[in-house]
């Protein structure tokens, strides 16, 4: 039987969804999955016997963040966990890590899973398995009265002051797209760095950049929150392959496909639509979990 009804561990929850006190908008919660029940290993071996022990890496909203306590995680992921160990008929445990440090915690067994935004790729496929939760998306915003309507292709950059982040998958790509723009005699791209989201902002607000391209989730949830820029393309992180963020678990030990069911019973009844609403992350649903798809490949 599927997952019931989504249900609300809190009385209310912000129109907006962005109310980060530890109290609201509150876990969200289902009821347990006796199909990805029955599909666990019978002697998977638990950290906790009745605990589902889930590695996370806070990162920024609407993915996972601190609520306004400073110690409760709130987020995207850390929802997602709360239901996938509801799912399992499982209490939920969250063990804080840093981004360098969950492969190894979750090869030693320090945690059962990791669900933290991990991309699937083939090498990391080589280690361990993967149960897919989202799409993996980039996105390209302005400010709201910017005279930029859409950015799909390379083309539709040339010219344009750019703020991006150094070392990530979207400096890759666009420094890709404006090669191929340049190779074509069309203008070249200025690219901007800044290590503050705020001077981004600014940058973007007092016409010093065009746009910025960055993770969609956060420029998402920054323009549902702020209300002062608007999105006009997004593409996925992998370009040009497509790309799909994954609960992660140990190579074999046969948790990926119960994730798989517990996701794609969440997918069909509605709770995983609720929850991608919930954190404005709608451009990003799946429309059928995959365990082990096709990752990107090594670079």
């Known amino acids: 039987m599927m997952g019931a009804a989504l249900i609300f561990s809190s009385a209310s929850f912000a129109a907006t969804g962005f109310d980060l006190s530890p109290e609201q908008p509150g876990r969200l919660h289902t009821a347990p999955d006796s199909n990805a029940i029955k599909a666990l290993p019978a002697n998977f071996p638990f950290i906790k016997s009745d605990t589902l022990t889930v ?141 503050d989201d705020a001077v981004k902002a600014v940058a973007l607000q007092s016409g010093r950049a065009d746009a910025i391209f960055s993770v969609n989730a956060a420029l998402a949830y920054e323009a549902a929150r702020q209300g002062k820029t608007r999105a006009v393309g997004a593409i996925s992180g992998g370009w040009p392959r497509t790309a799909e963020l994954a609960v992660t678990s140990r190579k074999g030990s046969g948790l990926a496909d119960p994730l798989t069911v517990a996701l794609n019973d969440l997918i069909r009844n509605g709770t995983y639509l609720s929850l991608l609403q919930r954190w404005k992350l709608d451009s990003e649903a799946i429309d059928k979990a995959a365990t082990n798809p096709p990752g990107l490949p090594k670079t």
């Open 55 to 195: 590695g996370l890496v806070v990162a920024h909203p609407p993915i996972s963040t601190y609520a306004t306590d400073a110690k409760t995680v709130v987020g995207f992921d850390p929802d997602l966990a709360q239901l996938v160990a509801d799912s399992l008929g499982r209490k939920l445990n969250l063990v804080i890590l840093a981004w360098p440090d969950w492969p190894l915690a979750l090869a030693s067994g320090k945690v059962d899973v990791v669900i933290s935004n991990v991309t699937v790729t083939e090498e990391r496929k080589a280690k361990f398995d993967f149960s897919t939760y989202r799409r993996d998306l980039v996105g390209f915003y302005v400010k709201n009265d910017s005279p930029i309507k859409s950015i799909k292709e390379p083309k539709d950059i040339a010219g344009l002051r750019v703020i991006t982040d150094a070392g990530t998958n979207q400096e890759k790509i666009l420094l890709e797209w404006d090669k191929e723009n340049v190779a074509h005699g069309l203008k070249p791209i200025s690219v901007q760095y800044y290590d």
